[in-house]
């Protein structure tokens, strides 16, 4: 007969398991989000609520959507006060660094920027780069055409974080990276998502190269991404920035 002690064992055990899965599922990182919060200086958040005032949208929103334009090199902030409400334009952030060429990344060490829909699926206080946020990547439409083509190590890892370097992130920067941080701690990562792409859809037909001309998939993926900006109509932005008035700074400040 089992000893009673070892059923407390057992179930003490499956207790300790329940638990970390949970919290490794929350924050990869040592300290929680309000302090690194707490630490920044004041201003971040000032700015960030003038900058949402400025578009009469609710700070913090109800929703984020970053866009990451590689060949710009520029990621624009819009929100949504609420889930009735359209998209607004805010305002963007300079990319300062984005290895690798235009084009999806295909696996693990290309060093390329993944392109694509993704989620945000945690943020990390405590990133060696500052500040950071993890991109849900690979994603459904990532996972599908690579078990189409037996591609099995797709890499991971991809962060928008601070610093000036890049393997297959997004530096902003620690200033940039402070106001994103800040936003999405606020509005929540399950709130917001980042689209990806070689260049601006809205503006123009999409980079193509030797590494993106190779993917039998690539106009698929494109023309998703195109449905997907056309969303956040490049208009608004033009039209925001000209209802400004007495405002000198540059659109990324």
Not at 131 to 137: E, Q
Request: charged letters at 20%.
């Amino acid at each position: 007969m089992t000893p009673p002690y070892r059923y407390f064992l057992i179930a003490l055990v499956c207790v300790f398991c329940v638990i970390g899965f949970a919290f490794s599922n929350v924050v990869l990182a040592d300290g929680p989000i309000d302090e690194a919060l707490q630490k920044l200086n004041p201003s971040v958040e000032q700015k960030l609520q003038h900058h949402f005032s400025r578009a009469h949208v609710a700070y913090p929103p109800f929703a984020l959507t970053l866009i990451a334009n590689k060949k710009e090199k520029k990621m624009e902030l819009w929100a949504r006060g609420s889930e009735m409400d359209p998209w607004t334009y805010i305002r963007n952030y300079r990319i300062l660094a984005a290895s690798g060429v235009s084009g999806p990344k295909l696996k693990e060490g290309d060093f390329q920027v993944p392109e694509g829909i993704y989620p945000i699926a945690y943020l990390n206080p405590n990133s060696r780069y500052h500040l950071s946020m993890k991109v849900g990547y690979p994603n459904a439409f990532d996972l599908e055409k690579a078990k189409e083509e037996g591609r099995r190590t797709l890499g991971g890892d991809i962060f928008i974080h601070g610093n000036r370097g890049s393997r297959g992130c997004l530096a902003l920067g620690d200033k940039g990276v402070e106001s994103v941080f800040a936003v999405v701690a606020r509005t929540g990562a399950d709130h917001t998502k980042i689209v990806i792409t070689p260049n601006d859809l809205r503006r123009e037909a999409p980079l193509m190269n030797r590494h993106s001309q190779q993917i039998a998939w690539i106009n698929e993926l494109y023309a998703s991404l195109k449905a997907e900006l056309d969303v956040y109509s490049k208009g608004k932005i033009f039209q925001h920035q000209a209802s400004v008035r007495g405002i000198h700074s540059s659109p990324s400040s």
